[in-house]
């Protein structure tokens, strides 16, 4: 009986078994997981695990963080289309673009190698705009609810203002004269009336006599969309402020948090589009200013500390934000505020840089005409009375506490 021929049994190799598969292919490639095994995602950065996790390496969803259960879904869902980084620090940049780069204030640089597939496009971009990276400025609606658009820093629909009282006349000051009480309340209603003009809706408070600044209801407080902050004053005849006004904020917000080391005012809070800078001032110290920036943090938003030049009161005396990319600041605070466009106040209208932006609108004292032709491409400007008020040492952004209704 005719036998088939059969291929010789190759003899065992003392070679290690790395050896033997060179030249060909495993009946399972080795760049395959086995059968079985989840692929973990990596999408995300390790960073954005270890926040959401726990522990390196592991992914979830992250917790839901605003109130409306309808509204978080569909942040979320923005969040998860435009593939952004889900770390708690807002780098906000695409998690699998080309560079596979952090935004330098991450806490974590290194990146889990990408899958397969390329970056998503900004839904909001043109045709010729797709493929580029994303920029802030070309954020669109749906990343405005999703809580990402720069924009939304001068947006305000609400606002807090508390009449002046008789007392306003003793209001802390360094200059001599004194103002008059029926001039501080004619700028009162003019602004007042401007505010209701820009579309916020205000709540007016009562006068408070004890209190000559109380007018002045930006110091003892600070509010935002997601919550608001009692603060300490610095000077002593303001300390009972923030107590007055603590009801009123717990009535109007979900979250209020408190002060409760060092001193700060309101009037050293600057809010930008990317972070909120807080001025060390005769004010606002280092302790008060540490502590805020911790209470900012635990409201989503990130902070830091700058120093005010001697001789200005507040951080926000001498600047101010004009649109999405550019703040108005007096030459010895232009070097502070990284890389946002920076317009320089006239020479002699220093006072200038204390103006109010309101959604499409720029509130102005009326003594700066030079201030007002350079902003008048960028917003309406509105010019308001102010020499009473700029007697004791005040401005237009003082006399208003502004946020963004949810």
């Not at 290690?16 to 030249?23: I, K, M």
């Amino acid at each position: 009986m005719r036998r088939c021929w059969r291929r010789p049994r190759r003899a065992a190799s003392a070679d290690p078994p790395a050896a033997r598969w060179r030249g060909r292919r495993p009946n399972r490639p080795r760049h395959r997981p086995r059968a079985g095994r989840a692929r973990r995602s990596r999408s995300r950065c390790r960073a954005a695990a270890k926040d959401w996790a726990g522990s390196p390496g592991r992914s979830c969803r992250p917790p839901v963080r605003t109130g409306d259960a309808r509204q978080s879904s569909y942040a979320w869902s923005i969040r998860a289309r435009l593939r952004l980084c889900e770390s708690r620090t807002p780098c906000h940049q695409p998690a699998n673009e080309r560079s596979r780069r952090h935004h330098p204030v991450h806490p974590d640089d290194r990146r889990v190698p990408a899958g397969r597939g390329r970056a998503l496009p900004d839904p909001q971009a043109g045709r010729a705009d797709q493929g580029r990276s994303h920029d802030p400025r070309r954020f669109g609606r749906a990343r405005q609810r999703a809580g990402l658009d720069p924009v939304s820093v001068f947006a305000f629909d609400n606002a807090i203002v508390r009449t002046p009282a008789p007392s306003v006349v003793q209001g802390l000051r360094t200059g001599a004269e004194a103002p008059t009480y029926e001039g501080v309340l004619a700028e009162f209603e003019a602004y007042l009336a401007a505010l209701e003009a820009a579309g916020l809706a205000v709540e007016r408070l009562e006068p408070l006599e004890a209190y000559p600044d109380s007018v002045f209801v930006e110091d003892p407080a600070f509010v935002l969309a997601e919550g608001a902050i009692l603060l300490k004053p610095g000077a002593c005849s303001r300390m009972g402020e923030a107590s007055e006004i603590a009801p009123v904020l717990e009535r109007r917000f979900e979250r209020v948090l408190a002060l409760d080391e060092g001193f700060a005012d309101g009037g050293d809070i600057l809010i930008l589009p990317g972070e909120i800078l807080i001025g060390l001032s005769a004010r606002t110290d280092k302790l008060g200013a540490k502590r805020f920036c911790e209470l900012a943090r635990a409201l989503g938003r990130e902070a830091r500390a700058v120093e005010t030049p001697p001789g200005v009161l507040h951080l926000k005396t001498a600047c101010a934000l004009v649109d999405e990319g550019t703040v108005i600041a007096t030459p010895a605070l232009a070097g502070m505020f990284g890389g946002m466009e920076v317009m320089e106040t006239p020479t002699g209208e220093e006072k200038a840089a204390n103006l109010l932006r309101l959604n499409d609108t720029i509130l102005i004292g009326a003594d700066y005409p030079r201030t007002a032709e350079l902003l008048a491409a960028r917003a309406q400007i509105v010019p308001l009375p102010v020499a009473e008020i700029r007697k004791i040492d005040a401005g237009l952004s003082c006399m208003s506490l502004r946020w963004k209704g949810r």
